[in-house]
Structure formats: C-alpha cells, structure tokens
T-cell receptor, first 112, second 114 residues
C-alpha cells in the first residue's frame, strides 16, 4: 500500500460546483497534514494545513479523521482559477527531521 | 524577494555528462530537501538535510550527491547523467518545529538528458 493515496481524478466540474477530494495515509505516526496546489509547470504551493478539528479558509474546507487516517478537501463555488492539481501531503517525524510524503495528486479542471 | 531559488531553471545536456543544480533559501529554515517530479507528475523526495546532516536518503542512485556548504544552500550534483534522469527537480525548505512545518518550494529545474 502506498503511503499516501488520493482520488485518481481528473475531476472536470462546471464553475460554481462543489467538489471534494479524498486522501488516505498509511502511517499512523503521521503528525501533520497539508493540501498543496500545483499549477501546470509550476512548483507546489501550500493551500492549507489540516487540523484535527477541521479548518476552513474561504471556499476551502479541510477535514482530518485520524482514526480512519483520512483527509479531505472541499471546494465550494469552484472558480476557473481553481483548476490545478491538488496534492495531499503527510508529515511523519523521522530521526531529527521530518519526512514529507506527497500523494500522487488529483487534477481538477473547472469548466466555464 | 524569492524565498527559495534554484538555478538553472532549464538544463539540457547529453548522456554521461556531470551537472549541478543550485538551491538557496533566505527563510532561515534549518531543513532543505530535493524532490524529483517525473513525467507522471509524481513528486518523490530524494534527499533531506537538517543542520548540514543528511537525514533522509531514499533509494536514489549514488550518482546523485547533495552538497550543503551552509544552512542556506543545498546543491545537487549528478554524475554520468542518464536518460531516465530527465525530470523536474524541486528544492524545498522547512523549519523543524511543532507549529510551522510548512515546506516552501523553489521554482524547479527542468532537466532534459539527450
């Protein structure tokens, strides 16, 4: 089983739609969780951290279920500019550092 | 001001050559990383350096050697380049602490081996 798995995608949705991405991780020692966004031919950029209580940032809501080792990202009222690949990232402490493991990504295309 | 910078942005070279990619971060972070993103877009960690010590070294061929002259720099040297090394290489940095472990990425170096 891969350390971090995501919905395979791609997701093609109309503007204004609500879309949800799912992610699962295998290492129960993982301590922090993130969603990154990567535009075509660009570097990954942090979209939001994911906290145990769930968190919201505008149209974006992230949820974490430690018991099920499951993370989700909900995007409401999709915009054309939301088109990108969304990467689930899990951080597991490793010796004196950190091990950031990236999922394979889920591509989103928001259509006019 | 660019937080994490890489040079060069594009690198085209012949098989068998030796090349280096440079990375610098001005965020004061104590951990730096190199990632490889291949044609399938899967981002895989290659190396991680914390306070000038290698702490993660995944199954990367020993033709790849990271070099960190100081905390702000982590360069990647590649010997005897192969076709399969063609990919985008991203440098990143983070601060090892409980509340601020976000990674910041450089713009990437697109390596093409002919």
């Amino acid at each position: 089983r891969k350390e971090v798995e995501q919905d395979p995608g791609p997701f093609n949705v109309p503007e204004g739609a609500t879309v949800a991405f799912n992610c699962t991780y295998s290492n129960s020692a993982s301590q922090s969780f993130f969603w990154y966004r990567q535009d075509c031919r660009k570097e990954p950029k942090l979209l939001m951290s994911v906290y145990s209580s769930g968190n919201e940032d505008g149209r974006f809501t992230a949820q974490l279920n430690r018991a099920s080792q499951y993370i989700s990202l909900l995007i409401r009222d999709s915009k054309l500019s939301d088109s990108a690949t969304y990467l689930c990232v899990v951080n597991t402490p490793y010796n004196y550092g950190q091990n950031f493991v990236f999922g394979p990504g889920t591509r989103l295309s928001v259509l006019p | 001001d660019t937080a994490v910078s890489q040079t060069p942005k594009y690198l085209v070279t012949q098989m068998g050559n030796d090349k280096s990619i440079k990375c610098e971060q001005n965020l004061g972070h104590d951990t730096m990383y190199w990632y490889k993103q291949d044609s399938k877009k899967f981002l895989k960690i290659m190396f991680s350096y914390n306070n000038k010590e290698l702490i993660i070294n995944e199954t990367v061929p020993n033709r790849f050697s990271p070099k960190s002259p100081d905390k702000a720099h982590l360069n990647l040297h590649i010997n005897s380049l192969e076709l399969g090394d063609s990919a985008v290489y991203f440098c990143a940095s983070s601060q090892v602490s409980q509340n601020t472990d976000t990674q910041y990425f450089g713009p990437g170096t697109r390596l093409t081996v002919l």
